[in-house]
């Protein structure tokens, strides 16, 4: 990278703190955090894609540790269970 290039970017960012970060998966799909083992809920094709909700799950596992989901295709959706 130029070094001027860098320098600039530098002086142009500012350092701070105790910046609280948003829950995102929660914020899209609620659902992850309230639902028990068993229980599952359906997300329809036109509200998330494969993709997205892939990651929401594997991002949900990680913030709520010792919790896991499974995502199967469904007739009009995505339907999330916990399993674990």
């Known amino acids: ?10 002086t142009i960012m ?3 703190a105790k910046i609280p970060l948003r829950r995102r998966v929660f914020d899209r799909f609620p659902e992850f955090e309230k639902l ?11 509200v998330a894609n494969h993709f997205v909700l892939n990651n929401a ?13 499974a995502t199967r295709k469904v007739d009009g959706g995505r339907r999330v269970w916990r399993i674990q």
């Open 57 to 69: 799950r594997r991002s949900a596992e990680a913030q709520l540790m010792g919790r896991r989901f």
């Open 14 to 16: 500012t350092i701070e």
């Open 36 to 46: 028990r083992v068993g229980q599952s809920f359906v997300v329809p094709d036109d």
């Open 1 to 10: 990278m130029d070094r001027n290039i860098l320098n600039t970017f530098m």
